[in-house]
Each structure stands twice: as structure tokens, then as C-alpha cells.
T-cell receptor, first 116, second 110 residues
Framework: EPEVTQTPSHQVTQMGQEVILRCVPI?????FYWYRQILGQKVEFLVS????????KSEIFDDQFSVERPDGSNFTLKIRSTKLEDSAMYFC??????????????FGPGTRLTVT | EDKVVQSPLSLVVHEGDTVTLNCSYE??????LLWYKQEKKAPTFLFML????IEKKSGRLSSILDKKELFSILNITATQTGDSAVYLC??????????FGTGTRLTVIP
């Protein structure tokens, strides 16, 4: 069964460093997302991406964040200068084209980012 | 402000019990409500509901949506220890993303 994959599973970085989190969405999906979940808190939307551009972003997704689809399979989230409060589990999700109201997103296993 | 509220926050039951998890919402431009199961890591998709009164079933799990009263329930019958997880309710609210509740932590003890 097709699934979303993410690498690495765990990333430890020092404050101020840049990190790139990688995702391979399900192959025929066209909509891609990043969410994060701070330990003990709810899953929060960061950004959505369609047709090679950002379609929506939340207040969390400030100038320190960027996304890219560098080739036909990968989808990346870059944090330019990490802060302690960026420590969280980052989930990638994808969905295919579907009829109105059908937003069945499939999530990857997540990357746990720890900023020290 | 959009809200998704799940209750209870946590629940401990014995194997074989039936549980009902609740999700109420207040969002603009409601499109669909989704249930996910989160064990160790990734939320795993369970159901998507768009219409009131139509029950979705998958094995021992079922869910229904009430768009008039703005809530959904997730039922699990004959619970097993493998059902232990956090159950997440999320709403697609017209924007191209999901708005999540805080989840209900279900623990099933043998």
C-alpha cells in the first residue's frame, strides 16, 4: 500500500542551525502539507503546497520556514535558523485530487526535531 | 475563532467494553470532518464524514456526523488492547488544511 515517507526520523540540531526535513508523498498525489506537533499539544497546520507553489500557510510559517519540491518525488521543509521552540514532531501529508469536500490526507511517520 | 473540542481528554476501559468518543466543532465553511488514530507517530486515517446522519463503519469502529448540532462521535465496540491510542478529530474548514482537536487518549486494559 502506498505511503508517505519521511527522513530523518529524528534530527538533533543546535539553535541557529539550518535543518531540512524530507518527505516523499504518495506518488500520484498532488497536494502536500506540513504539520507540526509540539510534545503534548495538538497537531498544527504549517503550510500546503500545490502546483509548485504555496497555496496556504499558517501564522507559524514565518520567514524562517520554506518549502520546496526539488524534483518529482521529494517535498522538503527548511527551517533557516532553528529556535528552541521549533522542537516538535513534523509531519508531512499528501492527498490526491478529489471531489469537493473530500480531503483525505495521509500522513507520514514524522521527523522528531530536537533543537538544543 | 475556529474550534474543535474533543471529549473526554482520556479514557481507560477494559477489553470488551464499548467506547464513544466525542468531537464538537465551530468552524467557518465546514467541508468535512475526519477521524485519525495516532499510536506512536503518524496519524492514521480512519473516517471522513461530509454528510449528516450517514454512519461510516469499519470493523468494530463506526462514526457519524451531525451537522446541525455540530458534532461527531466515534464508536468502538468490543475494544481490544490494540485500540489503545490517541484518537484525533480534524475538520476541513474551507481552507486547504486540517484543523485538529487535542485528541482523546484511549487506554484499553486487558
Amino acid at each position: 500500500e502506498p505511503e508517505v515517507t519521511q527522513t530523518p526520523s529524528h534530527q538533533v540540531t543546535q539553535m541557529g542551525q539550518e535543518v531540512i526535513l524530507r518527505c516523499v508523498p504518495i506518488s500520484n498525489h498532488l497536494y502536500f502539507y506540513w504539520y507540526r506537533q509540539i510534545l503534548g499539544q495538538k497537531v498544527e497546520f504549517l503550510v500546503s503546497f500545490y502546483n509548485n507553489e504555496i497555496s496556504e500557510k499558517s501564522e507559524i510559517f514565518d520567514d524562517q520556514f520554506s518549502v520546496e519540491r526539488p524534483d518529482g518525488s521529494n517535498f522538503t521543509l527548511k527551517i533557516r535558523s532553528t529556535k528552541l521552540e521549533d522542537s516538535a514532531m513534523y509531519f508531512c501529508a499528501s492527498r490526491g485530487t478529489s471531489v469537493w469536500g473530500s480531503y483525505e490526507q495521509y500522513f507520514g511517520p514524522g521527523t522528531r526535531l530536537t533543537v538544543t | 475563532e475556529d474550534k474543535v473540542v474533543q471529549s473526554p481528554l482520556s479514557l481507560v476501559v477494559h477489553e470488551g467494553d464499548t467506547v464513544t468518543l466525542n468531537c464538537s466543532y465551530e468552524v467557518t465553511n465546514f467541508r468535512s470532518l475526519l477521524w485519525y488514530k495516532q499510536e506512536k507517530k503518524a496519524p492514521t486515517f480512519l473516517f471522513m464524514l461530509t454528510s449528516s446522519g450517514i454512519e461510516k463503519k469499519s470493523g468494530r469502529l463506526s462514526s457519524i456526523l451531525d451537522k446541525k448540532e455540530l458534532f461527531s462521535i466515534l464508536n468502538i465496540t468490543a475494544t481490544q488492547t490494540g485500540d489503545s491510542a490517541v484518537y484525533l478529530c480534524a475538520v476541513n474548514h474551507g481552507a486547504n488544511n486540517l484543523f485538529f482537536g487535542t485528541g482523546t487518549r484511549l487506554t484499553v486494559i486487558p
